[in-house]
């Protein structure tokens, strides 16, 4: 990979760059403000980026701010994250026409459509770690998800790394970010002192290929080396952490930690956090018909484990308390994701904190179970260490 | 990309996507009790079935109404389909009122499978709860087909009423040959009952087994399950001989919806068939 150039674009280049991937025949998605919050749409220019806007974030708040530059990142995570392209909320699975004694099923989910050729364009961190952790859901098991997999492998990601500290945000704690490492085509760092550019750091060959129709020039030391201060200075001002070890051995020992009790008093069920959560990938499927009865649908639509029709069966849901799911939610985040795809579920975007209604935070719920933890095994292996010692 | 319904015996059926239901035509419709039935299907362009192992399940789609994961009734080892199951949801209720010649997909099979090749040389006692004689059915008759290859075979069974039995001609054939034991027990008799009364677990101690030597498979209720397993346990069965057969939610039977969830397992693949050791503390968990 020493091949790759580092460049430095201007940065009125950045237009340049979002036309070069629409001659790509790409559909730019990028972060734009819609009324009272920057969200993920197709863009046309960069000016449809939230140019001098940025985000104050807290448990259960996000309020839409003017910033003194006319910096185009200068806001933490939204609202949006990239799976609703990837992994669409709604997706037609099957139609099936017939009537008794005939049955035609037609594959839509794995037939392709233009619009789908998406060039992902500010891709934060954590939320390319996100995409990795449904690459591996989607993709690495036994039976992969064709629709995800066909728009995934198509995607022209533009990585930005992160210059500032969302409110809610923790990712250099869960170590996924606030620098893009891997899997990007493009990064970008925004600098602004008494100049405005962009560090534009190339993945892939077909990053170069966008790049080299972009106004631009080898990235200098000096200029690299401030996008690198200002990252770290990002990465030290993140107010919150979660301690992503033995995260398993620590909730699998705490099923029946009273904490459980305290939030379930609070959650709401609401299901806010696993929509807007970026690694979140449990969808259930709806049948539909049309009013004469000759065609059916099949339609995939993302699910939540907080609702009690999620774990239903004959006799009742098996989860039916508050308790039971937020500790499903969490541990499932935490712990099983750790078995089942060899890394926690959680990126540290910040997102469930910041859009839960009664600002539950993943953090501080985890922390608290872990310091009963950590005290637990203390006692235990002073208890150990006494009696070896005796 | 490589389909997931493509299977051996079938070469000539593809399909691109894992959610898309194949066509099956009803052969047979059979009522076996006031709320159960069997279907008996074929696939509809007359080429042959997946191959597939005893324990495993499909997910039945009825048209316009929705799919719903049935584990599969019949012998691996003879042609068609078979699935037995109950009218309980909207899913099941319109199995219910299929009639020969009518068309349902399917998609499978899925899960994981009984032991029964583990099994040989070894004694087997079989229990089933309720609707729980199904899913076992396959691993009976693979057993069978290869008697010779086991120990004692003994089909313990229980269910709510003398009505509610299952297969009642079949248990009457397994009950007649010489090289099979089978138990029934109902939780509440009726005047004509003849037979034991009381929980399943009870014709453990009526079922002269090897302890050292048995594999156990066990279907019904998760505390039926729980209670059996213990047993069998108390009674020196080796607790990672003891197999089980879980039920969840689940809408995808391919691990990508995430609703059958079971702590770190997906029951619908990781599952349904369980080692008892594989999951033994989570069965003790509420709300798992």
Same mark, same amino acid.
């Given at each position: 990979m020493s091949t790759l150039m580092t460049y430095r674009i201007e940065h009125d280049a950045l237009n340049e760059l979002i036309q070069e991937l629409r001659k790509e025949k790409y559909n730019v998605i990028g972060p734009t403000p819609r009324g009272e919050a920057i969200v993920l749409d197709e863009i046309t220019s960069a000016l449809e980026l939230p140019i001098g806007k940025t985000d104050e974030q807290s448990p259960a708040q996000y309020h839409l701010k003017d910033r003194t530059d006319k910096a185009y990142f200068g806001f933490s995570a939204g609202p949006h994250s990239w799976k609703k392209y990837l992994f669409p909320p709604i997706l037609r699975l099957v139609t099936a026409s017939g009537n008794g004694s005939d049955l035609q099923i037609s594959d839509d989910a794995s037939k392709p459509n233009e619009e789908e050729k998406y060039a992902l364009f500010g891709v934060r961190a954590c939320d390319l770690s996100a995409i990795h952790i449904q690459d591996q859901v989607f993709g690495d098991g036994t039976y992969k998800d064709p629709a995800y997999l066909r728009v995934r492998n198509q995607a022209f990601i533009v990585a930005v790394n992160c210059t500032r500290a969302g409110g809610t945000c923790f990712c250099s704690s869960v170590r996924t970010g606030p620098r893009a490492r891997v899997g990007f085509d493009l990064a970008l760092s925004e600098v602004i002192d008494n100049e405005h550019y962009f560090i534009v750091e190339v993945g892939t060959e077909r990053g170069e290929k966008v790049m080299s129709s972009v106004s631009r020039r080898p990235a200098g030391d000096t200029e690299m080396e401030k996008a690198d201060r200002l990252i770290r200075a990002a990465a030290q001002l993140t107010g919150r952490s979660l301690e992503p070890d033995n995260t398993r051995e620590i909730l699998y020992q705490n099923t029946e930690h009273p904490r459980w009790d305290v939030v379930a008093a609070r959650c709401l069920s609401c299901a806010n956090c696993t929509m807007v959560c970026p690694t979140c990938f449990c969808a259930t499927v709806e049948d539909t018909t049309d009013l004469t009865g000759t065609e059916a649908q099949r339609t995939r639509k993302w699910d939540s484990c907080f609702t009690m029709d999620f774990s239903y069966i004959h006799g009742g849901s098996?989860?039916?308390s508050a308790r039971g799911r937020y500790r499903h939610w969490l541990t499932h985040k935490l712990a099983s994701w750790v078995d089942q795809f060899g890394t926690i579920g959680c990126v540290g975007c910040g997102r469930c904190i910041t859009w839960c209604p009664v600002g539950i935070d993943i953090t501080e719920e985890f922390r608290v179970i872990r310091e009963t933890y950590l005290m637990t095994s203390r006692v235990s292996s002073t208890k150990e260490a006494t009696h070896g010692n005796s | 990309m490589a389909s997931v319904l493509e299977v051996p015996s079938d070469t000539t059926f593809v399909s691109a996507g894992p959610m898309v239901p194949r066509p099956f035509v009803v052969k047979r419709f059979r009522k076996e009790t006031d709320d159960t039935f069997t279907l008996e299907l074929e696939p509809k362009e007359g080429r042959s079935r997946f191959v597939f192992g005893p324990g495993q399940f499909n997910m039945v789609y009825v048209y316009g109404v929705g799919e719903v994961p049935i584990s599969i009734s019949g012998s691996p080892s003879t042609p068609g389909l078979i699935h037995t199951t109950r009218a309980v949801g909207t899913v099941t209720k319109a199995m219910a009122k299929l009639k020969k010649g009518d068309i349902v997909g399917i998609r499978g099979p899925y899960g994981t499978t009984w032991p029964v090749k583990e099994a040989r040389s070894h004694d087997v006692v079989i229990v089933a709860g309720g609707i729980g004689l199904p899913p076992l059915r396959g691993a009976i008759y693979e057993i069978l087909s290869n008697r010779?290859? #086991?120990?004692k075979v003994v089909l313990l069974y229980g269910v709510r009423t003398p009505a509610d039995i299952l297969f009642k001609d079949e248990l009457e054939q397994w009950r007649a040959r010489f090289d099979m034991e089978v138990f029934i027990t109902v939780d509440r008799a009726v005047s004509e009952w003849r037979g034991n009364v009381g929980v399943v677990t009870t014709l453990i101690s009526k079922a002269g087994f090897d302890p050292q030597n048995t594999i156990a498979m066990i279907v019904g209720p998760e505390v039926m399950m729980r209670f059996t397993a213990l047993e069998f346990i108390k009674r020196s069965v080796k607790p990672d001989s003891i197999y089980l057969s879980m039920e969840r939610n689940m809408k995808c039977g391919i691990g990508l919806c995430g609703h059958c969830q079971f702590g770190p397992m997906f029951v619908c693949k990781d599952g349904p068939?369980?080692? #008892?050791t594989q999951i033994k503390d989570l069965l003790v968990k509420w709300e798992i």
């Amino acid at each position: 990979m020493s091949t790759l150039m580092t460049y430095r674009i201007e940065h009125d280049a950045l237009n340049e760059l979002i036309q070069e991937l629409r001659k790509e025949k790409y559909n730019v998605i990028g972060p734009t403000p819609r009324g009272e919050a920057i969200v993920l749409d197709e863009i046309t220019s960069a000016l449809e980026l939230p140019i001098g806007k940025t985000d104050e974030q807290s448990p259960a708040q996000y309020h839409l701010k003017d910033r003194t530059d006319k910096a185009y990142f200068g806001f933490s995570a939204g609202p949006h994250s990239w799976k609703k392209y990837l992994f669409p909320p709604i997706l037609r699975l099957v139609t099936a026409s017939g009537n008794g004694s005939d049955l035609q099923i037609s594959d839509d989910a794995s037939k392709p459509n233009e619009e789908e050729k998406y060039a992902l364009f500010g891709v934060r961190a954590c939320d390319l770690s996100a995409i990795h952790i449904q690459d591996q859901v989607f993709g690495d098991g036994t039976y992969k998800d064709p629709a995800y997999l066909r728009v995934r492998n198509q995607a022209f990601i533009v990585a930005v790394n992160c210059t500032r500290a969302g409110g809610t945000c923790f990712c250099s704690s869960v170590r996924t970010g606030p620098r893009a490492r891997v899997g990007f085509d493009l990064a970008l760092s925004e600098v602004i002192d008494n100049e405005h550019y962009f560090i534009v750091e190339v993945g892939t060959e077909r990053g170069e290929k966008v790049m080299s129709s972009v106004s631009r020039r080898p990235a200098g030391d000096t200029e690299m080396e401030k996008a690198d201060r200002l990252i770290r200075a990002a990465a030290q001002l993140t107010g919150r952490s979660l301690e992503p070890d033995n995260t398993r051995e620590i909730l699998y020992q705490n099923t029946e930690h009273p904490r459980w009790d305290v939030v379930a008093a609070r959650c709401l069920s609401c299901a806010n956090c696993t929509m807007v959560c970026p690694t979140c990938f449990c969808a259930t499927v709806e049948d539909t018909t049309d009013l004469t009865g000759t065609e059916a649908q099949r339609t995939r639509k993302w699910d939540s484990c907080f609702t009690m029709d999620f774990s239903y069966i004959h006799g009742g849901s098996v989860r039916p308390s508050a308790r039971g799911r937020y500790r499903h939610w969490l541990t499932h985040k935490l712990a099983s994701w750790v078995d089942q795809f060899g890394t926690i579920g959680c990126v540290g975007c910040g997102r469930c904190i910041t859009w839960c209604p009664v600002g539950i935070d993943i953090t501080e719920e985890f922390r608290v179970i872990r310091e009963t933890y950590l005290m637990t095994s203390r006692v235990s292996s002073t208890k150990e260490a006494t009696h070896g010692n005796s | 990309m490589a389909s997931v319904l493509e299977v051996p015996s079938d070469t000539t059926f593809v399909s691109a996507g894992p959610m898309v239901p194949r066509p099956f035509v009803v052969k047979r419709f059979r009522k076996e009790t006031d709320d159960t039935f069997t279907l008996e299907l074929e696939p509809k362009e007359g080429r042959s079935r997946f191959v597939f192992g005893p324990g495993q399940f499909n997910m039945v789609y009825v048209y316009g109404v929705g799919e719903v994961p049935i584990s599969i009734s019949g012998s691996p080892s003879t042609p068609g389909l078979i699935h037995t199951t109950r009218a309980v949801g909207t899913v099941t209720k319109a199995m219910a009122k299929l009639k020969k010649g009518d068309i349902v997909g399917i998609r499978g099979p899925y899960g994981t499978t009984w032991p029964v090749k583990e099994a040989r040389s070894h004694d087997v006692v079989i229990v089933a709860g309720g609707i729980g004689l199904p899913p076992l059915r396959g691993a009976i008759y693979e057993i069978l087909s290869n008697r010779k290859d #086991y120990g004692k075979v003994v089909l313990l069974y229980g269910v709510r009423t003398p009505a509610d039995i299952l297969f009642k001609d079949e248990l009457e054939q397994w009950r007649a040959r010489f090289d099979m034991e089978v138990f029934i027990t109902v939780d509440r008799a009726v005047s004509e009952w003849r037979g034991n009364v009381g929980v399943v677990t009870t014709l453990i101690s009526k079922a002269g087994f090897d302890p050292q030597n048995t594999i156990a498979m066990i279907v019904g209720p998760e505390v039926m399950m729980r209670f059996t397993a213990l047993e069998f346990i108390k009674r020196s069965v080796k607790p990672d001989s003891i197999y089980l057969s879980m039920e969840r939610n689940m809408k995808c039977g391919i691990g990508l919806c995430g609703h059958c969830q079971f702590g770190p397992m997906f029951v619908c693949k990781d599952g349904p068939v369980f080692r #008892y050791t594989q999951i033994k503390d989570l069965l003790v968990k509420w709300e798992i």
